[in-house]
């Protein structure tokens, strides 16, 4: 049974940082890219970061470029999203996801897998 878990979510200050990780079992994870993405309150899914299989290609959504950063470690079976500078618009559940392509993209359609998301909140 394919597991993702994602944990690290929590209340932070505007300006702060979070660490989210995303632990995987049940599947070869190093032969999986992982995606992170966030869903808003009244607002649809959106892609926020994807590393893939070797973890030589990442991705970002133009948003969280400079403050935010993906990495893996495949012997862990974890992934992680380290954000920092946070703001209001940082509000959302975060959902990490195991993509089987080559190359992780920012469609929901591309991934496999799907944690239960974990809810980070940007307040003062």
């Known amino acids: 049974q394919v597991q993702l878990v994602e944990s690290g979510g929590g209340l932070v200050q505007p300006g702060g940082s979070l660490r989210l990780s995303c632990a995987a079992s049940g599947l070869p994870f190093s032969n999986y890219g992982v995606g992170w993405f966030r869903q808003a309150p009244g607002k649809e899914r959106e892609f926020v970061a994807a590393?893939?299989?070797?973890?030589?290609?990442?991705y970002y959504v133009d948003s969280v470029k400079g403050r935010f950063t993906i990495s893996r470690d495949s012997a862990k079976n974890t992934a992680y999203l380290q954000m920092n500078s946070q703001g209001p618009g940082d509000t959302a559940v975060y959902y990490c996801?195991?993509?089987?392509?080559?190359?992780?993209?920012?469609?929901?359609?591309?991934?496999?897998?799907w944690g239960q998301g974990t809810q980070v909140t940007i307040s003062s």
């Open positions: 996801a195991a993509s089987y392509s080559v190359l992780p993209g920012r469609g929901t359609h591309m991934y496999d897998y």
């Open positions: 590393i893939s299989r070797s973890g030589g290609n990442l």
